[in-house]
């Protein structure tokens, strides 16, 4: 387990290079850009390839000694102890629409366990921040959840609900009824939210580590909960369905709706 001086200390670094970065993604935006298919059907563009080079190189260089995971460009030394993971551009499809949602994660994990996490949103000049045991910000200064405890009274979003909908209607169905009040959502701006206690709480679907990792300090920082959808914490192996609340009450009502 790092010091909390080098936590803190790794944070401010971190917090430069995907500083740095988001100045990349900005330049793109909004521009005339190529897009590529992957296999699994999600598009990529040069603006998350130059994105993520341009964190990698900058990680590698201030630590050298740790591993690295990145949507783009895969994966080095993921045996080390200590492993940062790298999502350029969390939303693609919102950046490729001119939709200014879109986000930057960088997660640092140690023996697996996410201890830092940032969460920029470059179009909106916000940046997220949380290390373990030294609290969440958000533009540098302290946030912290709503409070909420009953899902009848909170305000819910539902991320990437066409995927629940076709592959669990009858939730899909649930969570149409549950909450004060509802939107459909997409991408790492919503767990944000709740860290920020500005919404209570939101359900995700079909992520990949480095979609959420960076979260997990952030949500949890900030006094919320952040598990699967079976209250198991979240790490390399989860199988991408995520929930997000202000409290542990509130999380345990929206498991329960789940189920």
Not at 45 to 61: C, G, H, K, P, Y
Not at 107 to 136: D, S, W
Request: glycine share 8%; hydrophobic share 45%.
């Amino acid at each position: 387990m790092p010091s909390p001086t080098d936590l803190s200390e790794r944070l401010a670094t971190a917090l430069d290079i995907t500083e740095a970065a988001s100045r990349i993604s900005l330049a793109h935006f909004n521009g005339a850009l190529d897009i590529v298919t992957k296999e699994d059907e999600s598009p990529v563009t040069i603006a998350d390839q130059e994105t993520e080079r341009s964190i990698r190189d900058a990680l590698q260089t201030a630590f050298p000694e740790d591993g690295l995971f990145g949507e783009e460009y895969g994966t080095e030394g993921l045996e080390k102890e200590t492993v940062w993971v790298v999502d350029p551009i969390d939303g693609t499809r919102s950046f490729i629409a001119g939709v200014p949602l879109f986000g930057m994660l960088l997660a640092m994990t140690t023996r697996e366990a996410p201890l830092l996490g940032i969460c920029r949103l470059p179009a909106l000049g916000q940046v997220y921040a949380a290390a373990k045991g030294l609290g969440a910000t958000r533009d540098g200064s302290r946030i912290a959840t709503s409070g909420c405890r009953a899902l009848d009274a909170a305000m819910l979003f539902v991320n990437e609900g066409e995927k629940i909908y076709a592959e669990e209607p009858d939730v899909f169905g649930r969570l149409m009824q549950a909450g004060r009040l509802r939107r459909l959502a997409y991408d790492c701006q919503p767990h944000a939210l709740v860290a920020a206690g500005q919404i209570d709480a939101v359900v995700d679907y079909d992520l990949k580590p480095y979609d959420f990792l960076a979260m997990v300090p952030i949500v949890e920082e900030a006094g919320g909960v952040i598990t699967d959808w079976e209250g198991k914490p979240l790490g390399f192996q989860s199988d991408g369905r995520v929930v997000s609340a202000a409290t542990p009450e509130l999380h345990a009502e929206v498991l329960a709706l789940l189920a």
